[in-house]
């Protein structure tokens, strides 16, 4: 419906009727009987339904466990105060909880009392504020360990050189003790460039990932337990792309490694790869991406290490140095990936997703 004006631009009337097609934030119309007079397009997504087949559907039957009672409706229709409640969380009739900002006014329409709901998804928002927070947090620790082992790393060199030289003048029955001082400085200097992490940028090369995962498979299973089952649940669709074949290989190797040592000699791991559409990391959407999942059948992540770790010196094991995972962590980083798990009793999956695509600006 276009502005008949010579300039064809289109009218006010035209903006109304077409912008709640457009509309991100889904639009539900009431009646005074609480049943649904119109869902914009965003609305038929939310309940997954069509507006025909929700027309005068009431609000409960379109979702499958609504928090919104019918008494609060039915209170905004006579006091006419409107409500708004954010964190609200809807569970959809494919059983699919979301959390949105509701909005809930009376309004009129053909001279009879409405009500008006708007529904804002916050998952997503929350999501990437909630990762820029764990980012930051895993930053100021590495940063923090990084400084420390720097500090460590001059000293160390000058007590190995010292014992070197002292050495020298040792006859070989007296080296006992400067040899040990030398091997346990080497030691800890092995121990320092672990903490201090990968330094080098990555050399990106287009590759395919499978060929990676191969060899991890190859290289761990010289030492593999005879229970331990490595099953291989590829996407051979999947693109070449751009990556660091090293860095990437050392990414993997660490989360595989921590997956045979959990399972103790029983279990299967799983290595599967997927194409991943529309992902977030950090804050940026990529259009594709490739999905490494190391998945295992363990005891899980241990519930007081769950929230840390990715940081550095974190460990559930007895000898470990909790460093794996965060080196995984810095090389995809590199990558501009993004590295997270899910975790309960009997199912560990660690994700790794790379982007294949360039981003999309939001
Ligand atoms: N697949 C898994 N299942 C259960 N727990 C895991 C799994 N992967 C890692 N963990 C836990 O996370 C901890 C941290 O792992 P990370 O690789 O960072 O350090 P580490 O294995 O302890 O030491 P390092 O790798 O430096 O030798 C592990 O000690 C283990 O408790
Ligand atoms: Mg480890």
């Known amino acids: 419906m276009l502005n008949s004006s010579t300039d064809h631009r289109p009218d006010k009337l035209y903006y109304q009727q077409n912008l709640p097609n457009h509309m991100v934030t889904a639009v539900i119309v009431l009646n005074s009987q609480l049943a649904i007079q ?6 038929e997504a939310l309940l997954i339904k069509s507006f025909n087949k929700l027309k005068n ?49 009376s309004i009129e329409l053909d001279m009879q009392p409405h009500i008006l709901l708007e529904f804002k998804q916050i998952d997503q928002q929350k999501q990437i504020s909630e990762e820029a927070f764990q980012h930051q947090q895993w ?14 790393k001059n000293p160390l060199g000058g007590l190995r050189g010292a014992a070197q030289l002292l050495t020298k003048e040792l006859t070989v029955d007296q ?6 001082i030398i091997e346990q400085a080497d030691r800890l200097t092995n121990l320092v460039d672990r903490l201090l992490g990968p ?50 290989q050392q990414a993997i190797l660490n989360i595989v490694n ?10 299967v791991i799983r290595i599967k790869t997927r ?31 769950q929230d840390t770790l990715f ?27 993004k590295l997270y798990c899910v975790s309960r009793p009997g199912h560990t999956e660690f994700s790794l997703l790379l982007p294949i695509s360039e981003e999309i600006t939001l």
């Open 311 to 337: 940081y550095p010196m974190v460990s559930g094991r007895d000898n470990g140095t909790g460093l794996g995972l965060s080196i995984s962590q810095t090389l995809i980083n590199q990558h501009k990936g």
């Open 258 to 267: 921590n997956a045979i040592q959990v399972l103790g000699g029983n279990g």
């Open 57 to 105: 559907q009431r609000l409960e039957t379109a979702l499958f466990n609504s928090p919104i009672s019918e008494q609060r409706l039915k209170q905004l229709l006579t006091s006419g105060q409107e409500f708004s409640d954010s964190d609200v969380v809807l569970e959809r009739l494919d059983k699919r909880t979301i959390t949105v900002e509701l909005t809930a006014s």
């Open 275 to 305: 194409a991943a559409i529309n992902k977030t990391i950090n804050g940026k959407r990529i259009k594709l991406c490739a999905r490494i999942s190391i998945i295992d059948n363990g005891p899980g992540i241990p519930d007081k290490i």
């Open 175 to 180: 080296q006992e003790y400067t040899n040990m």
């Open 139 to 152: 930053e100021s620790a590495r940063d923090l360990i990084r400084g420390l082992a720097h500090e460590i």
């Open 38 to 43: 119109y869902v914009n397009p965003a609305a």
């Open 199 to 248: 330094n080098q940028l990555p050399k990106m090369v287009y590759n395919n990932i499978h060929v990676v995962l191969e060899k991890v498979a190859q290289l761990v299973s010289f030492n593999l337990p005879e229970h331990v089952t490595i099953l291989k649940d590829y996407d051979p669709s999947l693109p070449e792309f751009s990556f660091d074949e090293d860095k990437i």
